[in-house]
């Protein structure tokens, strides 16, 4: 099997003043005369090593069962630095919102031949990174036109944030949720039951009329699920 090649790089945020890097996974046949699409993860190191998404782009690529795809993964520096940034309510939130929007989108179109349009750009996170993905959407529904969320924290500011959104029609959302989901261990200590508030955000979602796939899998809170999902998350959402 023919493997796509990884960047390691790094860009200055001024937003969030600071170095960010940046994970760019590129196909095997990768050329400047193709036009990619762009998928953008937060947790970004973990989709590539315990996601292990290059892998699978290169096997989907190969057989010719996806679009031609850009990934780029964002890592988090460590667990303070994530929740400041992906969490709704961290210091950093807003600004981390205005690097993905603004800098690195920008950054990603000058670089590389992208499709530049809302459609040719998606988010993908995992728990708080799947948050702040959403997070992202609802704030530029113009810039990313698809979401793939594997078991997001759901809060209350989350919830407000989508009821308040009146573009349901700017992006399509893909929301997957583990049935054994009902204790999940917080960085911060204690549990949180992330089942209940993931079912109500697909109601609510589905009620403002987005476009939606929703599924809640045998399993719990960890890569072990995600992982074998992320081939199904790329054909309904790349597919050809």
Same mark, same amino acid.
Request: glycine content about 8%; overall charge negative; proline content about 5%.
């Given at each position: 099997?023919?493997?796509?090649? !990884?960047?390691?790089? @790094?860009?200055?945020?001024? $937003?969030?003043?600071?170095?960010? =890097? ?17 998928? +953008? ?7 590539? =090593? ?5 892998? +699978? ?6 057989? %010719? $069962? +996806? $679009? ?14 994530? /929740?400041?940034?992906?969490?709704? @309510? ?10 993905? *929007? ?26 708080? *990174?799947?948050? !702040? ?13 698809? !979401?793939?969320? =594997? /078991?997001?924290? !759901? /809060?209350? $500011? ?7 959104? %009146?573009? *349901?029609?700017?992006? @399509? ?13 917080? @960085? ?15 109601? #609510? ?15 719990? &809170?960890?890569?072990? &699920? ?8 790329? #054909? ?5």
């Amino acid at each position: 099997m023919n493997k796509g090649s !990884v960047q390691d790089l @790094t860009i200055y945020s001024n $937003e969030l003043q600071e170095e960010m =890097q940046l994970l760019v996974y590129l196909p095997s046949n990768f050329s400047p005369l193709y036009k990619y699409t762009l998928i +953008i993860a937060s947790d970004g190191k973990d989709y590539f =090593q315990l996601g292990r998404l290059p892998r +699978i782009a290169d096997e989907l690529l190969e057989n %010719n $069962e +996806i $679009e031609n795809i850009i990934f780029v993964g964002v890592p988090y520096k460590d667990v303070k630095d994530r /929740s400041s940034k992906y969490e709704p @309510t961290g210091e950093k939130h807003g600004a981390y919102l205005r690097f993905l *929007a603004h800098e690195l989108v920008p950054y990603l179109d000058e670089h590389y031949p992208t499709y530049q349009v809302g459609m040719g750009r998606a988010l993908i996170g995992d728990s708080l *990174a799947a948050t !702040v993905s959403l997070s992202a959407a609802l704030k530029y529904p113009n810039i990313f036109g698809r !979401v793939i969320l =594997q /078991s997001p924290k !759901v /809060s209350d $500011e989350l919830m407000k944030a989508v009821d308040g959104f %009146n573009s *349901a029609n700017s992006f @399509t959302v893909y929301h997957v949720i583990g049935k054994g989901e009902t204790e999940v261990k917080l @960085t911060s200590g204690g549990t949180a039951d992330f089942l209940e508030p993931n079912r109500e955000l697909n109601n #609510l979602m589905k009620n403002k009329g987005f476009s939606i796939f929703y599924e809640e899998f045998d399993g719990d &809170h960890t890569w072990k &699920h995600w992982q074998p999902d992320l081939k199904r998350a790329l #054909l309904q959402n790349f597919g050809l």
